[in-house]
């Protein structure tokens, strides 16, 4: 069925928890897609302070390890910072956004984000049915194209088919396609030599690749951090917050897309291109969102600040004051909110908890109604990984 499969994987991967005035818990399904690349945290006593907690929802995309890597960092990250300590959440979320970032690009965690990948073959083959850009070659074919490249260079050879300054072009790949077939060949055998067999020819240096090149995944984040009677939500992409005041929603996040003004000016100026496929508009023929951590291959402009990258971390953060009539808050990825509008979505788990469901609860059979019964159907409606984070603010509900 191509990027979907035959049946849903509807187990859950459930959590939950208690904190300082507050109680949460939540869901993640795998839901029909061939892999599950969404992540999640959730924590209470941030910095040793009972009053403060944090909950993110990370959405990934051509792959998991960007989301994986989040769920792992993000929150010692930004406990890290001193800014933190002295109160000042809104620019901590800003720089620990873009902190995952300059942590993805650092070589001592490439070999990490190698082990936090999806194993999955499906998974190459998800990313390029969504538009990834990527040739029909398989991507092991690629990656021993690209060290051939790699070798001959360092040889001091041209590769046929190749004028040195691109070691991408097509020519280039279709002239090796054969070599790298066969293990890479001469170039492969020269990478072999010297290891005490007599030969006087160097093995060639260890290849360290850009990150850009390492890194070819992403994901949309939304981060909710609660300290003390305030509330601050930060959001790159298309992932979204909602707030229960008096039964009604209240957007604690505006979603990312190329087509809005800000951020399809941005994208032009940092020498992006918008395409409309299929009535969806993409970033250079790819992303359907326009910030995101990670993707890195369009965050390289070296003139330009991070915030003005093709695709940019950049969140956007609201300072929300808690009030009597708030009941709870929502985060969940694009998946839920493809198939609820943000007050669909409070009237549903605001049933739920009054019925005494439990946040994790309610969370789930959210999941489950957001679920398509038939992809085709559903025209791929309700057929993401989905993931929902419920927090009730127990100080403010009813007993």
């Not at 970033?283 to 390289?300: E, F, H, P």
Request: proline share 3%.
């Amino acid at each position: 069925m191509g990027a979907y499969l035959s049946t849903p994987v509807t187990d859950k991967e459930v959590f939950e928890g208690q904190g300082q005035s507050i109680n949460y818990g939540g869901g993640s399904m795998q839901g029909w897609r061939r892999t599950m690349e969404d992540a999640h945290i959730a924590e209470v006593g941030l910095s040793g302070d009972p009053g403060c907690a944090i909950f993110g929802v990370f959405d990934g995309h051509g792959g998991a390890e960007v989301a994986k890597f989040c769920q792992k960092y993000l929150s010692q990250e930004v406990q890290n910072l001193e800014q933190f300590g002295a109160g000042a959440v809104e620019d901590s979320l800003i720089q620990v956004f873009h902190r995952m970032d300059d942590m993805l690009r650092d070589h001592k965690y490439a070999e990490e984000l190698e082990q936090l990948k999806t194993k999955d073959d499906a998974d190459d083959e998800e990313s390029r049915a969504e538009g990834d850009g990527d040739s029909a070659m398989s991507m092991d074919a690629l990656e021993m194209i690209k060290r051939v490249f790699q070798i001959k260079r360092w040889q001091g050879e041209q590769p046929a088919g190749s004028d040195g300054s691109s070691a991408g072009t097509a020519e280039g790949e279709d002239s090796l396609a054969s070599e790298a077939a066969a293990g890479g060949s001469s170039g492969a055998a020269a990478g072999s030599s010297g290891n005490g067999s007599g030969s006087s020819a160097a093995a060639p240096p260890r290849v360290i690749e850009p990150a850009d090149s390492r890194v070819q995944a992403g994901c949309t984040a939304v981060v909710a951090v609660k300290y003390g009677n305030e509330l601050f939500v930060a959001n790159a992409g298309d992932s979204r917050g909602v707030l229960c005041r008096g039964g009604q929603a209240v957007a604690l996040s505006e979603d990312h897309k190329p087509a809005h003004e800000v951020e399809r000016n941005r994208i032009l100026n940092a020498g992006g291109f918008l395409s409309e496929i299929g009535g969806v508009c993409r970033v250079n023929g790819n992303l359907n969102l326009s910030r995101a951590i990670g993707d890195l291959k369009y965050k390289g402009n070296n003139e330009l600040p991070p915030k003005d990258q093709i695709i940019t971390a950049q969140p956007d953060v609201r300072r929300i004051a808690l009030k009597p009539e708030d009941s709870f808050f929502v985060l969940a990825c694009d998946g839920v909110w493809d198939v609820m509008s943000n007050q669909e979505c409070v009237d549903f788990i605001s049933k739920r908890l009054a019925g005494g469901d439990k946040p994790a609860d309610a969370a789930c059979a959210l999941l489950d109604a957001c679920l398509a019964g038939d992809p085709k159907a559903a025209r791929g409606v309700g057929c993401d990984n989905m993931t929902v984070i419920v927090v009730q603010l127990e100080h403010h509900a009813s007993s």
